[in-house]
């Protein structure tokens, strides 16, 4: 039986030297973990735990992490901006009994056994411990307009996809929370050098000035992230050897835009989800992927079902926690990943998500959701809300809507009114950008609104 | 001479069709309905301190292409990212011109 792989061997204790992870606010020393930790004296009671990891800050995201990884049975890492709302789910789901919050003073959203404050900088620690159990990490996806899915990883699942790195020097524009900044956390937890974190509240300009003067040489974010550092006029304060972009679709003009910009990085754009892991990753700079991936034997095998792309390999997750909760992996060991291929000539190309779901900026919006907003106004009797492709954003949403009164002429002050209504109800990416008022929405043979077309 | 002339010939249609007063009706349109304050619009402005953020400027970007119908972003081999709001009006300009 393999030894268990957890954070502290990644790290390497004393091989960790000099090697921090940093954000604007907070310098975590990887080296100090061995004797120190952000939980203090609750630590020990957390030993076998299912904890929740319930915090605004990112620092103390990542303290928590290396101090939980081994130590506790299972940990829940909640994305950033998340209600309390949606922990009670959560917590059932994963069987918690702890919670890791931000401040002193907090009572746990819901009631716990145990609620344990996250402080920086690190409290030293009365001994040592041995930090070798096998901790199951636990990442919530938003589930089709229900309650959030919960998806078990290990250590091993998360890292399989990792090379062996010399020295890279690694900053994200993501948050560790979500999958492709975990990705980055990890990559530079098994490396030899640092990591550099944004945060809330940080334009991009001053992100890069810092990534600057930390001589970065590896990058990642989305293409929203990177649109934005093109847009800045700052993108030259770094100058990386390896630019990577993940999360959403990359497109022609973002690769382009990039490859002009730093003529010297080599720039990737890689595939995956929470779901299926890391799948690949394309280095040749054009977007979309090559068709004869399908057939490649190796660790990873794909292929296309009904349009969608299903993936089988070692860096997927175990399964969904929680009772009733369905299959993740399939009979013959593949991932559904949701996500619609097309092919033009030899080469596959993402065209969105099956069930319709919009990726605005790399927040995933359900087409269900919307729809009910519009029609709890009185003036509407159905709509129909589909993406339309943006060149900032990936993604906008847009919808058709059949007024009550069958008018369909185009009524500013009514569109004005509905969306209104919307803002009220719906997060600022999820109001249409436009509703176009129809006759009447294309129906299915089964009855059903029809998705696509 | 010939160069010269076509210089001076295209850039003065773009100053005559220019996208500035559509555009920037625009920007102000998208910042009151997404509750946005706006630094004044002078064309040095970068558009990242305009007070506008990526979801509004995703949404100015969709409104003058219905309104235009066209979008230089949208245009194959486009690798250009306009940094301030004269870049943005010189991009729609030219598209035009």
């Given amino acids: 039986m393999p030894e268990t792989l957890t954070l502290a061997r990644l790290i390497g204790g004393g091989a960790g030297h000099g090697r921090v992870v940093a954000t604007r606010d907070h310098v975590l020393p990887l080296d100090a973990f061995a004797r120190a930790s952000s939980l203090g004296s609750h630590l020990a009671r957390l030993e076998g735990r299912s904890v929740v990891l319930f915090v605004r800050d990112m620092a103390k995201a990542a303290a928590a992490l290396i101090d939980l990884d081994g130590w506790a049975r299972r940990i829940v890492l909640c994305p950033p901006g998340w209600e309390a709302s949606r922990l009670e789910t959560v917590v059932r789901d994963a069987e918690a009994d702890a919670f890791a919050l931000d401040g002193d003073d907090e009572a746990p959203p819901i009631p716990v056994e145990i609620a344990a404050p996250c402080r920086l900088p690190l409290e030293p620690l009365d001994a040592p411990r041995a930090t070798t159990r096998e901790t199951e990490w636990v990442l919530p ?40 900044g975990l990705q980055i956390f990890l990559r530079a937890l098994c490396g030899r050098g640092s990591l550099q974190l944004g945060g809330d509240r940080q334009t991009v300009g001053s992100l890069l000035a810092r990534f600057g003067a930390a001589k970065i040489t590896h990058i990642s974010g989305t293409p929203s992230h990177w649109r934005k550092v093109l847009m800045s006029g700052e993108g030259r304060r770094i100058d990386p050897d390896y630019v990577r972009l993940s999360g959403e679709i990359a497109d022609d003009a973002v690769l382009e835009a990039l490859r002009a910009l730093y003529p010297r990085a080599r720039i990737e754009h890689a595939y995956a989800s929470t779901e299926a892991g890391v799948a690949f990753t394309v280095d040749d700079g054009k977007a979309g992927f090559p068709a004869s991936w399908l057939e490649t034997e190796g660790a990873v095998r794909m292929k296309v079902v009904d349009g969608a792309l299903r993936v089988r390999s070692n860096r997927c997750a175990l399964r969904f926690v929680g009772a009733g909760a369905s299959a993740l992996v399939g009979d013959d060991g593949f991932v559904d990943t949701g996500d619609l291929v097309e092919r ?17 900026g790399g927040a995933k919006v359900h087409p269900e959701e919307v729809e009910a907003a519009l029609n709890a106004h009185e003036a509407v009797r159905a709509s129909r809300v589909f993406a339309r492709q943006s060149p900032i954003m990936g993604a906008l949403v847009v919808a058709d809507v059949v007024l009550r009164d069958g008018r369909f002429a185009h009524a500013a002050g009514l569109e004005r009114e509905i969306l209104a209504s919307c803002r009220a109800r719906l997060a600022a990416y999820m109001v249409p950008t436009r509703l176009r008022f129809v006759p009447d929405l294309p129906m299915t043979d089964g009855g059903k609104l029809a998705r696509h077309g | 001479m010939h160069l010269v002339i076509n210089a001076v010939n295209s850039n003065s249609r773009a100053a005559i069709v220019s996208h500035r007063p559509a555009i920037l009706a625009e920007i102000r349109s998208v910042a009151a309905e997404q509750e946005k304050t706006l630094a004044p619009l002078t064309d040095d402005l970068p558009l990242l301190d305009s007070g506008l953020d990526s979801l509004c400027f995703a949404i100015l970007v969709f409104r003058l292409e219905d309104l235009m119908g066209f979008g230089p972003f949208a245009s194959a081999g486009a690798t250009r990212f306009p940094r301030t709001i004269g870049d943005l009006v010189a991009l729609y300009d030219e598209a035009l011109a």
């Fill in chain 1, 141 to 180: 996806t938003s589930g089709t307009s229900g309650p959030p899915k919960l998806v078990a990883h290990t250590v091993r699942t998360l890292t399989t996809a990792i090379a062996d790195a010399p020295l890279q020097q690694w900053a994200t524009f993501y948050d560790i929370r979500r999958y492709g």
């Fill in chain 1, 344 to 360: 033009r000539g030899d080469r596959l190309y993402f065209v969105g998500r099956r069930g319709g779901v919009i990726n605005v």
